[in-house]
């Protein structure tokens, strides 16, 4: 397998690691450069040590399955890109509703006044809540617990997004792959694609995530073609 091809992989599997990261970006005030790294770390040794497990696990029986590694190689990239777009969809599908809701919930928070003008029903004058009041000090107390960075939950995430990753790892077994080259550029640059992603969460947001997601299951799938193809002597590289 081509340095370009494991490049690729790792760019496609990070995808998940870096839509997370990007949300978890979204909900921080401010940026805290030390929680961005440990988020960052975290995702990129997951991402690295899965697929070592995967290949360590599935050498035991490759003597066995030798003639058909090609298709199993296939099959699984298959099913992980195919997840991975049904997933991306699904989640913009979700956005969108999610964003016509906010939209129908602030027009409807808008009444008419007795000019025919609009105005926000809560600016009743007297019954205005002071910037002192206990709502703003909840409103205060909410987001610095967002700011708290929850390890376990963080091991949770890791763990989630990498289990495509362990998959990754079964078909390394049946390919020529140097194994500690492909899992240290899968850990490496999901290391810094999430690093960025916290950064451009807090910047823009997270609406390019599912479209991450939906490209990296592209790649996926058309990488586990090439190598069928490839196999069965169909092209060659």
Same mark, same amino acid.
Request: net charge neutral.
């Given at each position: 397998m081509y340095i370009w091809e494991l490049i690729l992989i790792a760019v496609s599997l990070s995808?998940?690691?870096?839509?997370?990261?990007?949300? &978890?970006?979204? =909900?921080?005030?401010? /940026?805290? /450069? &030390?929680?961005a790294f440990v988020i960052a770390l975290f995702f990129g040794l997951f991402q690295a040590a899965m697929p070592v497990i995967g290949y360590f696990a599935a050498k035991l029986v490759a003597d066995y399955i030798t003639a058909y590694d090609h298709w199993i190689a296939f099959g699984l990239l298959t099913l992980l890109g195919a997840k991975?777009?049904?997933?991306?969809?699904?989640?913009?599908?979700? %956005? &969108?509703?999610?964003? %016509?809701?906010?939209?129908?919930? %602030?027009?409807?928070?808008?009444?008419?006044?007795?000019?025919?003008?609009?105005?926000?029903?809560?600016?009743?004058?007297?019954?205005?809540?002071?910037?002192?009041?206990?709502?703003?000090?909840?409103?205060?107390a909410a987001?610095?617990? &967002?700011?708290?960075?929850?390890?376990k939950k963080l091991l949770?995430?890791?763990?989630a997004t990498s289990i495509d990753a362990l998959a990754i790892g079964v078909t390394f077994?049946?390919?020529?792959?140097?194994?500690?080259?492909?899992?240290?550029l899968i850990g490496g640059i999901t290391f810094a694609l999430s690093l960025t992603g916290v950064f451009l969460g807090h910047c823009i947001g997270a609406k390019f995530k599912d479209k991450a997601t939906v490209f990296g299951g592209v790649v996926l /799938?058309?990488?586990?073609?090439?190598?069928?193809? =490839?196999?069965?002597?169909?092209?060659s590289f």
């Amino acid at each position: 397998m081509y340095i370009w091809e494991l490049i690729l992989i790792a760019v496609s599997l990070s995808a998940d690691a870096f839509a997370v990261s990007m949300c &978890r970006g979204l =909900e921080m005030r401010r /940026v805290n /450069v &030390r929680h961005a790294f440990v988020i960052a770390l975290f995702f990129g040794l997951f991402q690295a040590a899965m697929p070592v497990i995967g290949y360590f696990a599935a050498k035991l029986v490759a003597d066995y399955i030798t003639a058909y590694d090609h298709w199993i190689a296939f099959g699984l990239l298959t099913l992980l890109g195919a997840k991975m777009i049904y997933d991306g969809i699904k989640e913009g599908v979700e %956005e &969108r509703k999610r964003r %016509e809701a906010k939209k129908l919930t %602030e027009t409807a928070s808008v009444t008419p006044d007795t000019d025919g003008e609009t105005a926000p029903e809560e600016a009743s004058g007297a019954n205005s809540v002071p910037p002192s009041s206990c709502a703003c000090k909840g409103d205060v107390a909410a987001g610095a617990a &967002r700011e708290k960075l929850d390890i376990k939950k963080l091991l949770v995430m890791s763990v989630a997004t990498s289990i495509d990753a362990l998959a990754i790892g079964v078909t390394f077994a049946f390919l020529n792959v140097n194994l500690w080259l492909a899992v240290s550029l899968i850990g490496g640059i999901t290391f810094a694609l999430s690093l960025t992603g916290v950064f451009l969460g807090h910047c823009i947001g997270a609406k390019f995530k599912d479209k991450a997601t939906v490209f990296g299951g592209v790649v996926l /799938v058309l990488i586990g073609l090439k190598i069928l193809l =490839e196999h069965l002597g169909v092209i060659s590289f």
